[in-house]
């Protein structure tokens, strides 16, 4: 199976003028290609709304059709630019089948279509990167418009637009934040596989997810979107053009999502090395299967909901109007049906990091693994009999509610078997604190905090008071800031030398991760507190007697963001200018990753390696029948 | 996964030094969250609800506290005393699990869990919804005389409707002190939900969608009313503040809406649950 010598064809000859280089499949063209496709579009939906049958568009200068049609050309122009569609028509024409023809090599792969899992993973971390900043800096404008208790700043427009751009890009590109750069870049290597079960659908994931990012950032340019993240109807279906941008990204963020799991699924599923028994498996390669269960499970639920609401605005069909017929509880059990899995998707992958991560730092075992593999696989299973409890008190199903308090309240069985887990491998552990290591450790107290602070949601009663104000805010900022950021930057810190061969300055790294910590607690804890003396979320006005809190809340904000900018500082100063070589295994970890060459050789392995036991042998044997320590894999 | 022994060799005993200072932190901390921070948890006491919500959050945050230390306290006793000395390259012992420590874990953390999924129900009945939008027609209605009053939400406005004084309807919200009301919360156009913070009231208001619930204020006081489900521009500017007034005062007040609203009482529609409206586009 090896195709060596098919990657080593594709290198273009050293000769060809740099003109003709340009033409051919690549960013420029798709680019190009990108936005013709928008304007086509454009024109055949400005063509079919002339009939004066949508009075709504000539009152209003506005045509739902025609940016809905733009977006979607435009996707597809950009796509077929990317080169995507050269595989399948040449398929098509009776060609041979090829594995992996856009293998390149140079600094040019990572700014086109390229079939190289590494690759790819590197595209997805910075990608991600780039709009994890941005939303950000949204948040950071949040929090300036809050330092006063009415709007002064922004319009209240305008900050409902920041406010859904926040919540939309974090929830939307954040999705992929752990699954996108390392379970592509490390899964395969993990299970001892030479590439993801289907390259190209890798490789589209990462690009769909970026015409998205971008389709999204759009929105500013139509008016934005009064929603939220949720897109609650029927104000979606009242909003202008911008709620379009919403739509789309959105709808391309799940189609991204649902092929992302499908993929890693076949992946681990079919190509573990021969010995790699699932009782074998990584327990980080099992967060990611339990993770693409819900994506594949729970992404396509949010595609048609918001097929839905593209129709319900574009050509007036009534799935979500009242007034037509329609409901807008059909789109709220719709949208969490999706929304419920959709937060478990953010958050096992957090405890996978940090389950593979804290063997390696504690040189002991994983205490419990089969326990921590059924912690995720029941939090997969629960997570969708749960999401009516974001509708408490809307009056659906009212009669229900005990049933959805008892199964969320079950969910906390499960996830106590994550922290079980981390406690009993701490325990008698010879732990030191390297910078992933501290985030782990920070994940512990945060997630304890968000759990906690859920069982207020959780109780029906006592959700009357925090439901829809900042306490609720607070809890999920705990579980997927504290929960999934805090092992996003473990993972960085862990794993980015092994991807670039280079090393992070350590002292900048802690800076990084106290200044993080201590803001991040000292921004959201008190919303907890702003949350139960009553205050909605979403509001850009609030009263007086809350501003001094607030205040402190925007100051923690904007430390919490210079953190990042110590983050943002010490990649351009370790991987750009010092550049100082990473050791082999600096942790000297037994996972499989850390015992093949850096760089990662295009094929990954010489030879397939067999497994004999999993990556855990850590630590040294205390009574009979102890683990034995041995070399891992290959 | 084979259940081992821990080995406990020239090593202080961690599980009992341990267990000890969590068992002691909680004794002191348990009944300081209660006593002390109990009483100043919200809602306060404005209504029956309010202050079955005091209990509850006193409650569950008394659970809580335990469970909080259990983990804190251990993160912070493993880091202080299982560390690798600087330098060193040291091996922890390979315990791969404990079967007892893991069947305990469970069965305690399924206890806990479901008997506070038992309180809350039996609290969400006993309490007639506690509060909360129990959508059209709840599971369980208090005896006695119910004054009615309609919560009718638009962009962005609340208004209310009070069916037993001829369908009078004001843009301010007042309410007898103990006297159990039964409030309908429904929207004109797009998601709202009524919030009257200090009676421990929250209810969604759809369009279509007549949502119930049930509130008896106890203490005469100003309280505020939001929107806390986002209805678009202004949603944060949808808050007005109700009072909570002794019955004199209410039947004065009511009569001298009905005697002011009597000539717009004419145009209003007729009293309805519910009402389906128009799709608005492009409104906000």
Known sequence: MSTTAAAASTPRPVGRPRWRRLLGFNLLSAVILGIAGYYLGWFIGHRISTTKSFEFFSATDENDIALLLAYIFGVVGFLIGLGFANYPVSRMLGRPASLREKEQHGIGRYFGLCTDHKVVGIQYLVGIGLFFFIGGLNAMLIRTELLKSSPTFVGPNQYLSLVGMHGTMMMGMMTSGILGPFANYFVPIMIGARRMAFPRIEA??????????????????????????????????????????YIVFFALVGISMCLLGLNMMATIITMRAPGLTWSRLPIFVWSVFATSVLMVLAAPMLVATLAMAALDRSIDTSFFVTGGGGSSYLFENLFWFFGHPEVYILAVPGFGIVLELIPVFTRKPLWGYRLAVSGMLGVTLLSFFVWQHHLFVSGINADLRPFYMLSTEIISIPTGFIFLCVMGTLWKARTSFSTPMLFCLGWAFNFLIGGLSGVFLSDTPSDTDTHGSFFVMAHFHYTIMGGLIFTFFAAIYYWVPKMTGLRFNERLSKIHFWSMFLAFNSTFMPLFVLGMEGMPRRVSFYEPKLHTLNVWVSISAFVLGLSMLVFLANTVYSLIFVRIKAESNPWRSKSLEWQVPTPVPVNNFEQIPIFDSDPYDYGTPVAIGGGQPAAVGA | MAAEPHPG??????????????????????????????????????????????????VLLAMATPVLLLVLVYLIYAVINFRQPPGGMLEGPAIRGDARIQTTWIVITSALVLSLAAYGTVRLLADNGAGSGSGPTPLTVPKGHKLQVQVIAQQWAFTYRYPEYGGVETTHLELPVNQMVEMHVTSLDVIHSFWAYQLGVKADANPGVDNVLFVKPTKEETFEVHCSELCGIWHGYMFDHGHVVSPQAFETWIHQQETTMAPAKKVLPPYAHTYSPEPTRRAG
């Not at chain 1, 589209?204 to 340019?221: H, K, P, Q, V």
């Not at chain 1, 139509?222 to 109807?233: D, M, Q």
């Not at chain 2, 961690?14 to 919200?42: M, N, Y």
């Open chain 1, 204 to 245: 589209l994931t990462f690009w769909l997810l970026m015409a998205a990012g971008f389709i999204l950032t759009s929105t500013i340019f139509f008016g934005g979107f009064p929603t939220g993240w949720t897109g609650y109807e029927p104000l979606n279906d009242q909003a202008v053009m911008g709620m379009d941008s």
């Open chain 2, 9 to 58: 060799v020239a090593e202080p005993n961690h599980a009992r030094r341990f267990t000890a200072i969590w068992l002691i932190a909680s004794v002191i901390a348990t009944p300081l969250v209660v006593f002390l921070l109990g009483p100043e948890l919200p809602p306060g006491h404005g209504s029956e609800q309010a202050s079955g919500h005091v209990t509850d959050n006193t």
